[in-house]
């Protein structure tokens, strides 16, 4: 690998030229001088800014471009910020990791988010961690591959993934990552128990999310879905963040990553859609995607009704959705050229499925970005489905009808809003002048 951890580059960090000054034999300063730096809020500001600009600078003259835009971006007050809302600055930097010599040991751009992630300031490791379903989805897609051996290496993508998955390592200091799960027998603040509970805390029952994590010093192919994995744990403790771009990428490559062989991603939209209807009439507002006369049951009718195979390609279908959904067409063409099928075990899926529930669900959400997600959820389901994986079953399953009951409420509600009477020209009272008390 051409990025060890301790490695001389071409574009030292601000970090590193202050640790070699530090270590020169200098007299020390004063502790009332060093406290008073250390304290003041505007010094930390002004550092922090000016480390944003010299790293923003320095992609400048990495990208293809005349330097314009993200010069301008360095000088905002903001700079990390201003390029992580910049579309212009997205697209630049979205050519540079999808070009087909990129990912390599001597790729400038992987390098550049290498030492960038080795920074202190959050606003750069965030900037790093928002390209990161980019940068993992082209690795992955790439790795499994056919034609995997045309591409010259991925060390590149490899040491920033292993960059972030070290910082993991070290914030969990060895232990599992595990979850309290609540026991219904003992009372709690939303409801008590029949029975008269036991005093048994040894009844207590905790789930293991992740197990501690190894150090690594490559990526090893039987180590890869831990790592990657990892690194979408990081990407998750951010994705409140994140800009809609770097979760709309994610969205697309898990949509891709499920595959082309499972064309019973809509199943249970369907089985539900039937029970509903054969029960009290009612259907949500999502059915309508996913109606049996509608081309999108079972794969084996078209959207205009014609019969066609079972072998369909998945990926054009979810264009089609995506289109009738109401996102963007360009973003949906998008999905046939971003990832391929990769196998999927659960310490890959659960941070996947993990960042899809935010996608869906997060309440500063565009409609964009929670389409893209329940399309890419009904294609995991039905990948889960295809491999018999009974735990990605069950969440993928829970965030399908959580989604359908959300859509039901939504229509529900713009039905209401749409048939409530206008009172446009009921007449009212004239309203009575206020007045104001003043006291001498």
């Known amino acids: 690998m051409d990025f060890p951890h301790n490695h001389s580059t071409n574009f030292p960090s601000p970090s590193s030229s202050s640790t070699s000054s530090s270590t020169a034999r200098q007299p020390p300063p004063s502790t009332a001088t060093t406290s ?30 005349d330097g314009t835009t993200l010069s301008s971006l360095a000088d905002s007050d903001r700079p990390a910020l201003s390029l992580l809302s910049s579309p212009a600055a997205y697209s630049l930097i979205s050519s540079a990791l999808s070009s087909p010599t990129s990912g390599s040991g001597s790729d400038p751009f992987c390098q550049w988010l290498y030492e960038t992630f080795q920074s202190s300031d959050p606003h750069l490791r965030l900037l ?59 009372p709690s603040l939303y409801h ?55 979760k709309l990428d994610f969205c697309t490559f898990a949509a891709a990553w499920a595959g082309q062989d499972c064309p019973c ?27 049996k006369d509608s081309g999108f049951s079972n794969g084996t009718r078209s959207r205009d009704g014609d019969d066609v195979g079972t072998e369909d390609d998945v990926i054009k279908d979810v264009v089609v959705e995506m289109d009738n959904l109401g996102i963007n067409k360009e973003d949906a063409e998008n999905l046939e050229k971003k990832g391929v099928r990769i196998p999927l075990p659960w310490e890959l899926l659960r941070p996947v499925v993990t960042i899809l529930g935010h996608c869906l669900f997060g309440p500063s959400n565009s409609q964009d970005e929670k389409d893209a997600a329940s ?47 206008s009172n446009a020209n009921t007449p009212s009272k004239a309203k009575k002048p206020e007045i104001l008390l003043v006291s001498k």
């Not at 009844?203 to 990657?228: C, D, M, N």
């Not at 990605?392 to 048939?419: E, F, G, H």
């Open 36 to 65: 008073t730096t250390d304290n003041d809020p505007m010094h930390s500001w002004w550092e922090s800014v000016s480390k944003q600009r010299s790293r923003i600078l320095s992609l400048s003259y990495l990208l293809p471009s």
């Open 375 to 421: 399309i890419a959820i009904r294609c995991l389901y039905a990948r889960a489905s295809h491999d018999l994986a009974p735990q990605a079953k069950l969440a993928l399953q829970s965030l399908i009808r959580l989604d359908k009951s959300a859509r039901a409420a939504a229509k529900a509600a713009a039905t209401v809003v749409a048939n409530a009477p």
């Open 192 to 246: 008590a128990p029949r029975n008269k509970p036991a005093d048994d805390r040894s009844r207590q029952s905790v789930g293991l999310l992740s197990p501690p994590l190894e150090p690594h010093l490559a990526v090893k192919s039987t180590k890869r879905a831990v790592i990657v994995g990892t690194a979408l744990d990081c990407y998750y403790k951010q994705v409140s963040q994140m800009p809609a771009w770097s």
């Open 128 to 186: 790093v961690l928002s390209f990161l379903p980019l940068l993992s989805g082209t690795y992955l897609s790439r790795i499994h591959t056919s034609d995997s051996s045309s591409f010259p290496s991925f060390s590149g993508f490899e040491a920033v993934l292993l960059a972030v998955y070290s910082s993991e390592v070290k914030s969990r200091s060895g232990k599992p990552l595990v979850v309290q799960i609540p026991d219904l027998s003992q």
């Open 265 to 291: 991603r809509t199943k249970l939209d369907g089985d539900d859609l039937d029970h509903h209807e054969s029960g009290n009439g009612n259907s949500n507002g999502h059915d309508h995607f996913f109606r």
